[in-house]
């Protein structure tokens, strides 16, 4: 497939290739929609193994960002940046100020905020180029993964009840895969509510905090996903539940933050075969993008948190439609965005 049939197959409305040398800055910037208002969408530093897979990475993550906040009544588009991380040290500074000129070139059509690989001090240097960014340090909403994990906790009880009849986590056994910002506070959340913790990082010191801190089990990172649990919660990287694993999964639900969780559609469907609760990737972890609505919309921070605790029920309505047209739930939270994504009217 060409770059433009497959941009074209993902209904995209602009992407835009940056390279600065001198701050050893190259990016993608993909607009999927501004059908509803301007994209908004974080940006990812990651190493890829090829120019290709940050492409379609980059891709994937700015169409799912148009459903997120579709489902989420944001009022906003949807669009992601990748940044090719460069190899060794590099200058943080200089990297993201050249971001931040990128963007800003945009004229307000994209709004970026942290995502993997980024953190609220380099959207500080972003914001020293561009007012068009959030997720800053001391400000209003501030760093999103608290109100993530906040929100995916809240979804994980949603699919709990639907899978057991109850939202209640004690003593329910949940693994969880990447213990990152995210990861870390869903873990706290987890741990408040009495469930039992397995967890799995290649960061060995987080591991050893999450043990201290929660009397966790640990378990290889290559293990998580088949390790013997009532729920696994996905916190790393997309594309984990695929051919390979969905068959050795042994959780009765799936509730995490990572993004793309599903390699491709088809495992939805194959989760669903297996009786396996699917909480949909981009419905569950709309916590963090929903404190955009505090500069959007003027938001308090306790409107944002009502909004954030809101996912139990987005969740809930998302699968009870699934089960009502016999769905997956992935196909039904597409269904329950689209309808959103709807000109007034139609």
Same mark, same amino acid.
């Given at each position: 497939m060409s770059i433009f049939d497959r941009i074209a197959s993902l209904g995209h409305e602009q992407v835009i290739f940056c390279q600065e040398p001198a701050s050893q800055y190259r990016a993608i910037l993909c607009i999927h929609s501004t059908? %509803?208002?301007?994209?908004?969408?974080?940006?990812? @530093? +990651?190493?890829?193994?090829? /120019?290709?897979?940050? +492409?379609?990475? !980059? %891709? &994937?993550?700015?169409?799912?960002?148009?459903?997120?906040n579709a489902a989420a009544g944001l009022g906003v588009g949807g669009g992601k940046a990748v940044i090719l991380a460069p190899e060794g040290d590099f200058d943080r500074e200089k990297l993201f100020r050249a971001h931040g000129r990128a963007i800003d070139r945009l004229g307000g059509r994209f709004t970026t905020g942290e995502d993997v690989g980024t953190s609220p001090a380099d959207m500080e240097f972003v914001a020293l180029e561009t007012k068009w960014v959030g997720g800053r340090t001391g400000r209003a909403?501030?760093?999103?993964?608290?109100?993530? *994990? +906040?929100?995916?906790?809240? =979804?994980?009880? !949603?699919? *709990? #009840?639907?899978?057991?009849?109850?939202?209640?986590?004690?003593?329910?056994?949940? *693994?969880?895969?990447? +213990?990152?910002?995210?990861?870390? $506070? %869903?873990?706290?959340?987890? #741990?408040? !509510? =009495?469930?039992? %913790?397995? @967890? $799995?990082?290649?960061? @060995?010191?987080?591991? &050893? &905090?999450?043990? /201290?801190?929660?009397?966790?089990?640990? @378990? /290889?990172?290559?293990?998580v996903l088949a390790a013997e649990a009532d729920i696994l919660a996905p916190c790393a990287l997309g594309g984990v539940l695929n051919d390979e694993s969905v068959p050795r999964i042994r959780a009765q639900v799936v509730a995490g933050a990572a993004n793309n969780q599903l390699l491709d559609d088809c495992h939805g469907a194959m989760l669903a075969g297996r009786g396996i609760v699917y909480a949909p990737d981009y419905i569950i972890n709309a916590g963090g993008v929903l404190t955009a609505g505090v500069g959007l919309h003027g938001w308090s921070l306790a409107e944002v948190e009502t909004k954030v605790r809101g996912i139990f029920d987005t969740v809930g309505e998302v699968l009870a439609l699934a089960r009502r047209d016999g769905l997956p739930t992935n196909q039904a939270a597409d269904r329950f965005a689209e309808i959103r994504l709807q000109p007034s009217g139609s």
């Open positions: 059908r %509803l208002g301007p994209a908004i969408g974080g940006t990812r @530093v +990651l190493r890829y193994a090829s /120019e290709e897979d940050a +492409l379609v990475d !980059a %891709l &994937r993550l700015s169409r799912a960002m148009t459903y997120k909403g501030g760093d999103p993964s608290p109100w993530t *994990a +906040l929100g995916v906790f809240c =979804g994980m009880q !949603a699919a *709990a #009840h639907a899978q057991w009849g109850s939202r209640d986590l004690r003593g329910r056994s949940v *693994a969880i895969q990447g +213990l990152g910002n995210v990861g870390m $506070a %869903l873990g706290q959340h987890l #741990h408040e !509510a =009495g469930a039992r %913790l397995i @967890v $799995a990082d290649v960061n @060995v010191d987080r591991v &050893r &905090r999450a043990r /201290e801190a929660w009397d966790a089990t640990s @378990v /290889e990172p290559d293990a």
